[in-house]
């Protein structure tokens, strides 16, 4: 089977999205002058997600991944807060910052966990007399 090709983009890019209050869904695509970077050895095949809180709070720690997987989850340190992605990748022994992503806004979980708990129709049963 022939292998499906796929144009890279002109410019890299670095997209965060919420998924749900305890989890943010991240990818990234490279140029083609990255992917040879990374190629070449340039860079280390590892990369860094750096989540920071744009409300001011406290950035939470970096979560490790491959370059290649072009995505990946991130867990959020507090819900209803703003916040933007950078990625990190090492060269020469230092981090450098390749991409920064959008502002994302971390979602409220519904309500109070009781509040959100099933209800069983045993629950609801009224005895007959």
């Not at 990234?28 to 083609?32: D, M, V």
């Given at each position: 089977m022939a292998e499906l090709s796929r144009t890279l983009p002109a410019e890299d890019r670095l997209v965060l999205l919420p998924k749900n209050p305890g989890l943010f869904f991240i990818f990234?695509?490279?140029?083609?002058g990255r992917v040879a970077a990374f190629g070449s050895g340039a860079f280390l095949p590892g990369v860094e997600i750096r989540l920071f809180c744009a409300d001011g709070?406290?950035?939470?720690?970096?979560?490790?991944?491959d370059w290649q997987a072009g995505r990946g989850y991130v867990p959020v340190p507090a819900q209803g807060k703003t916040y933007q992605?950078?990625?990190y990748a090492l060269r020469g022994g230092l981090?450098?910052?390749l991409l920064e992503s959008n502002q994302a806004a971390a979602p409220l979980a519904a309500g109070m966990a009781e509040d959100r708990a099933y209800a069983s129709l045993e629950f609801h049963k009224k005895v007959l007399s």
């Open positions: 990234w695509q490279f140029s083609s709070g406290e950035q939470a720690p970096p979560v490790k991944a992605a950078a990625l981090w450098e910052k």
